[in-house]
């Protein structure tokens, strides 16, 4: 299989995979002309508590999520590798495979992009990739970058990155207003969440009693200590 010369990157728990994931890995593909849209399932997320379902469940929750879409792939990269899931450290296993990183787009929302400057290997990271901040009027993710400084990385996602430097595109998309938090909350208390992911999606989670209120909560990786659930990016 050839190597796609623009390649987006959309990374998260996926504690389950949702709409408003695939909307947004949809509004950046388009956005910016990208040959493919890889969905990494996080290992450990190095800034937020154990996943509530096995590794294995939402990597599969992923693949069927996407088993219709050609241009996306349910991508294990991340989950190679133990301990917590570092962009900066995916980053750099890509570019060990041959990648650039202007051929690198990582999507991400604004509320993730305002907390960047917390992320391991910051503010060298944003050599490592483009980033896409998905948001709902671009003001705010505008502001943020300009705010830290990154007014000259800024692109129209029109544009190519030139100079050889990587940029930053606000892509101004309306994704569905659906949370992770809210889908395994419904699921509790045994509320239909048609709609809310992908129909695979929900029969998977059907089908195994993921989320059921009372039932024994899955963990993504047995043993792992209290430093690595809490440990931030930066750190």
């Known amino acids: 299989m050839s190597q796609p010369r623009r390649l987006g990157l959309l990374g998260g728990t996926f504690d389950p995979i949702h709409a408003g994931h695939i909307a947004a890995a949809e509004a950046a593909r388009r956005a910016l ?12 997320p190095p800034h937020r508590p154990q996943p509530v379902a096995s590794v294995h469940h939402r990597f599969a929750m992923v693949a069927l999520a996407i088993q219709d879409e050609p241009a996306f792939r349910a991508s294990d990269l991340e989950l190679l590798s133990p301990g917590p899931s570092f962009t900066a450290a995916t980053l750099a296993r890509l570019h060990s495979e041959g990648f650039e990183p202007l051929q690198l787009f990582f999507i991400l929302g604004a509320d993730a992009f305002a ?13 490592g990739a483009n980033f ?7 003001r705010r993710a505008l502001s943020d970058a300009e705010d830290r400084g990154f007014a000259a990385r800024l692109r129209d996602p029109s544009a190519e990155s030139h100079e050889g430097a990587t940029a930053i595109y606000a892509l101004d998309a309306t994704t569905p207003d659906v949370s992770s938090t809210g889908v395994r909350e419904r699921c509790a208390r045994g509320l239909s969440i048609d709609g809310m992911v992908p129909p695979a999606v929900e029969s998977h989670i059907v089908r195994h009693h993921l989320y059921r209120e009372g039932s024994d909560r899955e963990r993504t990786i047995a043993h792992v200590t209290a430093n690595q659930l809490h440990e931030q990016e930066h750190l």
Do not use: C, F, N, Q
């Open 132 to 138: 896409a901040v998905i948001s709902r009027g671009v």
């Open 115 to 127: 907390e960047i400057s917390t992320w391991r290997d910051y503010p060298r990271l944003l050599d």
């Open 33 to 44: 002309h990208l040959d493919e849209v890889w969905l990494l399932t996080s290992h450990v």
